[in-house]
């Protein structure tokens, strides 16, 4: 029998979302990630990831608000890789750390030139795994990914919003969180892989065709001829299962879900709403020929009582639903308050954050505050050979660089 694995080490090229949300998954397993970051190009720049500088100031210089959620329980090295001794150093630790992942998030046209491809690195380690996202794969190696833009060129913009407002990103940085999720999942069939056969693995996710496979609902609608209704902006409500929208109380709003006729016929033997119940609305395809109608009565039922009122009577009747939450009743709210992951602040503060995506027995829930730039790259370089003579040269010639950096310039 094969021994149990252990955690493993993974070196990420890595700034902004995507890829820190990726490689803090395996943060939250017990492994080892080094934040692999550049030198400052120029006196007075700001070096590495450019998340470290949004938000307000949490830490240090560097370690601002927005930096901490994905980089919790890393270590953080910097290196120029640009300068062949760089990129020599980046080759040395793969070898020397035994390091299982390289991920990256950068452009796919400058792989090669960073001396990040997968080739070469597989060349110092032949059962690597390696692992980039870009915006739309390496077919496309010059355009950039951000977010925003790829919400933008896969629909999600035009599909999100009130059907006559303006097209809307979603909340949250869904494309970000996606592709990242599945780096984190191709991961693990490159391990199985390896595993079952010692070899390694190169993974190219593309932003913009995750985002579309997420048009599950409405992209094969296309070739049913479907209605132009069907594919774009509808405020809150679903596309076809009616009704099920968000809508208005005394104090606030309650979203309702009608998925089924059953549920229909629960819905209108709540006595609040017994005045909306008509034949031709008993099946789904009725309602959907009248959802405006339907919409417009059960906000007049709605808009008397408040949200407690209502949530009462859909929970009594067993009605999906629920009430339209801040960010702050979140944290608050059972399922999520007992497994929030935290971390403590230079200066003592316990500071709450999100929970893992999934419960794992015995996983530990506070994690290491996140690393000041390049607080790693000495020990990461002595742990992978390197005299302490050599290390310094290589921070004199700006090939390796240290939180000093930041307060250079």
């Not at 750390?97 to 491809?117: A, K, M, Q």
């Not at 417009?296 to 009605?319: C, G, N, P």
């Not at 015995?362 to 505050?369: I, L, N, W």
């Not at 996140?370 to 921070?395: C, N, Q, W």
Request: with cysteine; net charge neutral; glycine share 8%.
């Amino acid at each position: 029998m094969k021994a149990a694995m252990k955690p493993g080490v993974i070196v990420s090229m890595e700034q902004a979302l995507s890829m820190t949300y990726a490689t803090l998954r395996f943060v939250h397993l017990g492994w080892r990630v080094i934040k692999l970051e550049s030198t400052p190009v120029r006196a007075g720049a700001l070096p590495g990831d450019p998340n470290r500088y949004i938000g307000s100031s949490v830490a240090d210089k560097g370690r601002n608000s927005y930096f901490i959620g994905p980089n919790l329980g890393k270590e953080a090295i910097a290196l120029n890789l640009k300068s062949p001794d760089g990129r020599s150093a980046l080759r040395r630790i793969i070898r020397e750390l035994d390091v299982d992942v390289f991920c990256c998030n950068t452009l796919p046209s400058r792989y090669r030139e960073l001396g990040i491809d997968y080739d070469t690195l597989r060349s110092e380690k032949p059962d690597l795994i390696w692992a980039g996202i870009s915006a739309m794969g390496p077919d496309h190696p010059h355009v950039a990914g951000y977010d925003p833009a790829i919400q933008a060129m896969a629909g999600y913009m035009d599909m999100t919003g009130m059907a006559d407002g303006p097209p809307t990103l979603s909340g949250v940085p869904l494309v970000d969180l996606k592709a990242g999720d599945e780096v984190y999942a191709n991961i693990w069939m490159a391990i199985a892989k390896r595993y079952a056969t010692g070899l390694g693995t190169r993974i190219d996710v593309s932003m913009l065709q995750a985002a579309a496979s997420w048009l599950i609902t409405v992209l094969p609608l296309i070739d049913f001829n479907c209605e132009d209704w069907e594919l774009t902006r509808c405020g809150n409500e679903h596309r076809k299962f009616v009704p099920t929208n968000a809508y208005p109380t005394r104090d606030g709003a309650v979203l309702v879900a009608i998925g089924s006729d059953g549920l229909w016929r629960r819905l209108v033997g709540i006595d609040k709403f017994g005045r909306i119940a008509k034949e031709a609305w008993n099946t789904n395809s009725g309602r959907l020929k009248d959802r405006h109608a339907i919409h417009a009565e059960i906000e007049k039922v709605t808009r008397q009582f408040t949200t407690d009122q209502v949530v009462d009577d859909l929970k009594a009747a067993s009605i999906p639903h629920a009430p339209i939450c801040t960010v702050r009743q979140v944290i608050e709210m059972a399922g999520v308050a007992e497994r929030l992951t935290t971390t403590t602040a230079p200066d003592g503060n316990r500071i709450r954050m999100q929970p893992m995506a999934t419960d794992i027995s015995g996983a530990e829930r506070e994690f290491p505050f996140p690393p000041s730039y390049g607080k790693h790259t000495r020990s990461i370089l002595a742990e992978s050979g390197y005299e302490e003579s050599e290390i310094d040269v290589l921070f004199k010639t700006n090939v390796a660089a240290g939180p000093e950096a930041l307060n250079t310039g």
